[in-house]
């Protein structure tokens, strides 16, 4: 048997005595020029001489007029530096670091996000993005028996409406899917009420999707309200806020729900590949640990992503510092005149049918649009290439709303007014 190696000894007893700092303190810049204005969220979204310079952290395209951001939401380049220090710190440091260096600071980056959420660390776990999080939310809802009913929407995420229809074969319950009021006539009412009709209709309902603020459209759901009107009934609500969080000014109290699901690489500026859990205290139980994972009341067992993107999870305090900086009523002031910059313009366009609400209760940065009468998933894709090709205008088609398929619009807070003209031009033309 060979001697233990004193050097080495000492080499191990050095590294697990240094000091295990937080990435955000290792990475955090200082940003004096993101700090905005003292003007109000309204009039700070007509600036756009601060919006210039926020735009100027972010290393975009010009190729086209980018009207795609809700696919996920560019890193500031802060955040891009933050992150390629992190990889090559996980990448030297190796299992050395990832086993012993790393858990303290996931744990810091863990608190970060519980903190913007508005929640407790404990009520989190973080994930690979909002699927990950729903799907397990979805899949492992343990207050259903055969019979029971289940219910969906139009504007639900396909991929959760895909995993709601799963139920059906793993729990024994009927899926039932309803449309959602047309966004150009919603109100909030015509929203409640078509939920509450929903639930009238199906005594057995016990459990529901909703979805915040949706992909296709991007109206904003009253979830506090309907939540509200479920829980009376003993209806359980998963909410998905991965359009909601980051671009409007709220948090998951806010809500009302008990589990959510919430993206942090699209209007926070993470990188992809992160996203969260969110449990309410006490409510954990109602989840079953994934693919048996040590049951217990550990939000963490409720999820299984296995050797995670170290880096991304790392990167994650930045992203939300300068998040704050900016102000996310700032954000949802600048995106809301941006989305009502093209929308207003758009309903006076003969030919244009814009699919937006006019309560601004009911609105964030995504809204859409389609030709008059022309519904087809075919139709929407050739309107899309037309864009690009003829105008230089990147927007994408999406299919799923009871209405039709639509081509749908989605500035950032780094877009400029002239790139959101450039698609009035599109479509005057």
Not at 82 to 108: C, K, M, S
Not at 114 to 135: C, K, N, P, S, Y
Not at 189 to 207: G, I
Request: glycine share 8%; with cysteine; charged share 20%.
């Amino acid at each position: 048997m060979s001697r233990p190696d004193p050097q080495r000894r000492a080499w191990l007893r050095a590294g697990l005595s240094l000091p295990l700092v937080p990435a955000s303190a290792l990475a955090a810049p200082t940003l004096p020029e993101l700090a905005p204005p003292a003007l109000a969220p309204s009039a700070l979204a007509r600036d756009n001489a601060y919006w210039g310079r926020v735009a100027a952290h972010y290393d975009v395209t010009d190729e086209v007029a980018m009207l795609d951001n809700g696919y996920w939401g560019s890193m500031a380049r802060p955040v891009v530096a933050a992150y390629q220090r992190q990889v090559a710190e996980v990448n030297h440091g190796n299992a050395f670091y990832g086993r012993l260096r790393f858990p303290p600071e996931y744990e810091a980056a863990r608190a970060a996000v519980a903190t913007a959420l508005g929640v407790e660390r404990d009520e989190i776990v973080l994930t690979r993005g909002a699927t990950e999080a729903l799907q397990a939310l979805i899949g492992g809802y343990n207050r259903l028996r055969p019979g029971d009913t289940v219910l969906c929407a139009d504007v639900d995420y396909d991929n959760m409406i895909t995993t709601m229809g799963w139920l059906e074969r793993r729990r024994g319950v009927e899926v039932v899917k309803i449309a959602a009021p047309d966004a150009a006539t919603a109100t909030v009412q015509s929203l409640v009420d078509c939920y509450a009709q929903a639930m009238e209709r199906h005594p057995k309902l016990r459990m529901m999707l909703l979805t915040h603020v949706n992909h296709r459209n991007g109206m904003v759901m009253p979830v506090a309200e309907i939540t509200r009107m479920a829980r009376e009934r003993g209806i359980g609500v998963i909410v998905d806020t991965a359009h909601g969080f980051g671009q409007l000014d709220m948090r998951i109290p806010d809500l009302g729900c008990d589990y959510a699901g919430i993206n942090l690489h699209k209007w926070i500026g993470a990188p992809v590949g992160v996203g969260a859990i969110y449990i309410r205290r006490g409510r954990v139980a109602d989840i079953d640990p994934y693919m048996g994972e040590k049951d217990g009341d550990d939000i963490r067992t409720r999820v299984h992503t296995g050797t995670v993107n170290f880096a991304a999870y790392l990167a994650l305090p930045l992203a939300l510092d300068i998040h704050a900086r900016i102000g996310v009523a700032n954000k949802a002031a600048r995106l809301h005149h941006l989305r009502n910059r093209w929308v207003e313009a758009a309903r006076g366009i003969a030919g244009i049918e814009v699919l937006a609400s006019p309560d601004q209760r009911l609105t964030s940065a995504i809204a859409s649009f389609r030709l008059r009468g022309k519904t087809s998933v075919a139709d929407n894709v050739a309107l899309s290439k037309r864009l690009l090709q003829e105008h230089g205008v990147f927007a994408v088609m999406r299919d799923g709303l009871a209405s039709g398929a639509c081509v749908r619009v989605t500035p950032a807070i780094f877009t400029q007014e002239a790139q959101v003209d450039r698609l009035l031009s599109a479509l005057r033309a």
